[in-house]
Structures are given as structure tokens and as C-alpha cells.
């Protein structure tokens, strides 16, 4: 029998001085500026049609993917749901492939046949998106079976969303991953929201998960999704300890999407105060001028940086759009390995 | 004879129901405050409160089983899918348990409830949200299987559905909900099992169900032109099959096409041929012309996935060449 352990609420901790290296911050507030103007011109670019199918922004959440994966090493898997673009990129995909794959392109990632909710890059254990609400749950402990059983160095990190809980498969998996002791992290990101429902009308227990979770033995620990630095430390907390004892770990990170579920949404569900006090919160805003209050940044410098990462995102709009489309033969192709 | 969407036809028959048998409810995710992921619902939770429309957590293998618990018990659950891909989720307790209640307990329990959900291919949802699975659901014995290609179709399909005692799944094409068409002021049901002949022709029949129909119409347009005169059945109902439309239109006008804009292999119209082969070879003048799209799993890509969708001009080459016309 596992033990059960003790959840550890983790405090707001941009004040803290660990692994607090100047280059390292920026490189935080660099991967969520790209995020945020990377999701921005998606939805630009798809209500001008040139992406289609579904689009679902990471606009808000981008402290927690940045925050976590700035902790991963090369070693290790990441697998998300659907909602994946900042996963991606803060896993350092191409910005261009990424930018290409929404535009269905044959540059693109998947060469134009996953879309949106599909990214998949394994050169960089990249393991997709996908798009069955907690689909890659149980595929998640699979990779960390894989990583176990050979001895290797990595750890898997999952992430799913608070409407991934009420699948079978969620409570599943953090049993088996418990029984079976893997080396994984799961990341719950709770935005409050699935799709239009809220927590409280599809969840009975409250509107934190991290406690159910330690009754599988798992560790746990709650975090501000909101502070980047907060999740970075958490992160590091929890892939010390999975790397120590072999067991697995679970963040939840308390966020909020500043957008609809996907770009049709029209957010009956919910009222504008509470969308507006998240936005007082945005990572985006609010880590930047912590760096300059701080004397690590100036305002010249980010200015700097964002106008870069505008050229950037520029840049791949542009090798999208001139980018040619899959050949018909792809059709055919990647179905069975030959 | 009003115009009315696919979507408010199967509203109305929703909203029918709910008026007069308060054993009815409706469960599904998002169904309520967010109005349904294709808005079918939208609406409903103000006028009958969330006692009869619940919204669900994302539980499909739960909230179908419930589903079946409550059938059961005597309600007259009809439960939304977002979309047929999700069925899989629950697909054990729609085979396993809904469709072969009655028979295990030797007739003892019915299981009058009502899956509906969007299906087919066309909007660049990708493998995992394209998929047509009425084609597997139709082979349950146990389970009823429609799927309406028009809002008068759909209103009558679900007035039968919701009447029936046994479990029915309607898929419902999703490249449809915002088409118009006509339904009578009166009363009607569009029985399940009955084929429709939709327009009568002498010179080969084009067989088809669902978004399939919008094709087989068009075909039959183009052939017109080409001095061949096409009958137009739609299936309607998939299980149980109307055999009997089936072998009359074939006996009369001895040559067959039959359309699937689900995945070729597998679909719906093997089995149709397979019918056919069985009851009417004699009366054929050619070959079972059978279309569909293309076996692979749904691209992403606008151009990939238009290839891959069985269109008007395959059909048309598969009957010249069938037929050698
Ligand atoms: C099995 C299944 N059911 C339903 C859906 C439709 N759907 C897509 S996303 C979503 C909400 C998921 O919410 P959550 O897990 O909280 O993630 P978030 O979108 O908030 O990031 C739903 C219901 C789906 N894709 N798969
Ligand atoms: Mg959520």
C-alpha cells in the first residue's frame, strides 16, 4: 500500500531567490510573450479562414505550461490534450512548423494532418496533443512504464484540464501510476472551466482536485497558475522528488483562460467581472514589470523583446502562408509503417 | 408547410416530447447553460430547468449507463453526445449493456432511451472528431440505428425514437444542422425501419443515408442530363434495414449505386450490397456499384480531406464504369 502523503500548498514565491539567474527569468517572460502573440494571430488568422477546424487559445494559461516545462530536461515526455499550443512551444517546437500545422500545411508538424489539437514532435518527446477529453491520460503512464522499465533518466509530464477529472480514465491512471510507483507528473490545469461548465456544476467536493488525488498515495501540491516563478518552483520540487523516489507527483495550477473554450465560444456561461480580475493576474503583464521592479529588466529591454518575438510570430505566418499544401499522396501515407 | 433548420426540427421534436411525457428528460454535456455544442438544445434549461435538461460532467461511459439505469427504471432519457467520436468513451455501455439488456433478461427490461449525436466528416476536425460511427453502431442487434438527411426526416425520426421502447441511436450528420427544409403543420412520424424512395427513376437506383443524400441528389441531377433517369432511395434507418424499399427499387430499375460518406470499407452499404447480392442478383444488369470515402483516418488539411470525401464526380465514373455508359 502506498502512503498517503501530504499535500504542500506552495505560496507565491516571485520574492523567493532560487535558480534566479537573470537570463533564465527572461527566458520565462520571452516563452510566454511568444505564447500569448502566437495564440493572438491564431485567432486572427482563423477568423480570416486561414485556420479552421478547432481552435482552442492557451491565452491565460501561459505561466503554468511556461513555468513547468522550463523545468523539463531533454529526457523527458510531455503529453497535453488538445488545448496545446503553448505546451509546444514552450517545449521549444518550431514556431514556424507549429505556425504551419494550423495553417494545415505540408511544413507543418504532422504535414498538415493533425491541426490544431494534434502537435506532435517526438525529436522532442513531444508526445501530441489530443483531443479525446483525458485520452492521454492513461497513454501518459504508459511512457512513464516505458521510461521505468528501461532504466532511463526521464519522467513524463501529462497535463489535462479540471473537465479531464470526470473521466474514468483520470481516476484510472492515478491509481495505476501510483500502484506501479511511475515516474510521472501530472499537471492539472484548472481554468475553472470545461467547456461552459464550471466546477462547482460537474464536480461534487469542491473546487480543488489536489486533494482526492493524495487518497492514491500520490504527492501533491497547489500552486498559482497565475506566477510563473510559483509553478517554476513547484515544478522543480516535484521532479526532485519523482527523480529520488520514483513515484509519481501531482501539480494543480489554479488559472484561467481569457478567451472562449474554442474561437466559437461566446461565453454565455459565465459573466465579464470574473474574466476581468483574471486579466489583473495576466502573466504576461504582471511578470514582465515584477523583472523591472526587480532591477533584472528594463522597460527598453522588453520592448525590445517583444517587438523580436512580434517578428518572429510574423515570420511564421508568413512561411505558413508560402508554405505549400500536402500532396495528395499524403492522404495515403503514415497510415501503416511499411 | 414551414421552413425550418435541421437543428430546430430535432428541437421541436425535443421539446414535443418534454411536453407530454414528463418521464422524458435530457442529459449531455453543455447541453444547458451553454446552449450545445451545435445548439440544439439552446434554450431548453430556460424553459424546463436543469431537472430535465442536465448538463453533465465529461463522464460518457457514466452518463450513458445512467442513462440505461434510469430507462430502465421507467424514464425516457434522451442523452447528447458532442459528438459520434465520443460514443467510443461509452460504446460499452451502449453494446454491452443497452443493447442486450432485454434479450439477457429474456425480455424482462426495456430500454427505452435515445442517443443522438453528431457524425461525419467536412470541417477539418481531424481524425479523432470526423468519424462515422453509426457504421459499427448499426450492426448492434438490440439497437436501433436512423440517421435523417432532412429537418422534416429528423423531426419524425426522433418523435418515433423517443416513442420507442427500445434504445435508439440518431446519428445526426453534422454538415446538416444548418440546412433548411419544410415540415408540415400536421402531426407525422417518419417510421424506423422504412427506407425513402425520394424520387422515382427507371434507369438505376443510388442508394445513400445522411449527407450521402445531398450526392446521390446531385448525381442524379447530372445523370438527368445525360438522358439517364436515376431512383433516389434514402435509408433513413440503418438498423433495422428496409429490405423490402431495397429490392423493389433494384428489381425495377436493375442496376444499383450505393453511397457511403462514412469510410468505404465497412459502411453501411456492404451490408446493403450484401442484401442485395442475397435477395435481387437476378433482376441486375451490372455490378453493385459501392462509393464511399476514402479508407484513411480524417485529415486535418482543407484539400486532404475534400480528396478523401466521396464527391459527385466518383460516384458518376464509379456508375459509367460499373455500367460502361
Ligand atoms: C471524450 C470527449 N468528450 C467531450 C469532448 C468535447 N470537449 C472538448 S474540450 C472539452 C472541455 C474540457 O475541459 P478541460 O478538461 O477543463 O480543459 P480546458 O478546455 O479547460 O483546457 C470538451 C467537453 C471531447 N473532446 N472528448
Ligand atoms: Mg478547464
Redesign the interface.
Known sequence: MPRTRRSKKIKNTSSGNSFHDRDALLGLFKQMYLIRQFEITCGEQYSQGNI???LHLYIGQEATGVGVLSQLSKDDYVITHYRDHGHALARGLDVNRSMAELF??STGL?K???????LFDVSKKFMGG?????GQLPVAAGLSLAQKYKNEEGITVCFFGD??T???VYHETLNLAAVWQLPILFVLENNGY????SIE???AGGTDFYPGVSTYGIDTAEVDGMDVLAVREATRAAIDKIRSNSSPYFIECKTFRFVGHSYADGQ??RDNDEIKSWRNKDPVETFPKYLINQNMSTDQEISDIKSKIDKQIDQAVKFAENSP??P?S???KD?YRD | MPDILFRDAIKLGLQEALDNDPSVFIMGEDIGAYGGAYAVTDGLLDQYGPERIKDTPISEATFIGAGIGAAIAGLRPVIELMSISFSLVGFDQIVNMAANIRYMSGGQVNVPMVLRAPTGAGVQLAATHSQSFETWLCEVPGLKCVCPSTPYDALGLIRSAIKDDNPVFVAEPAMLYSKKGEIPNEYYEVPIGKANVIKSGSDVSLFSYGHGIKIISETANYLEKNGINAELVDLRSLNPIDTITISNSVRKTNRVVLVDTARKTGGVMSEVASLITENSVDWLDGPIVTVGSDNVPWPYNHDLEKKAFVDVQSVVKAFEKGYGV
Open positions: 479552421r477546424g478547432f494545415g500545411k504532422s498538415g494532418k493533425g491541426g490544431s489539437m494534434h489530443h483531443a479525446i477529453v483525458a473537465g479531464a470526470n473521466q474514468g470545461g467547456m461552459g461548465s456544476r460537474v464536480r454565455k456561461y499544401n500536402p495528395m499524403e492522404l495515403y497510415i
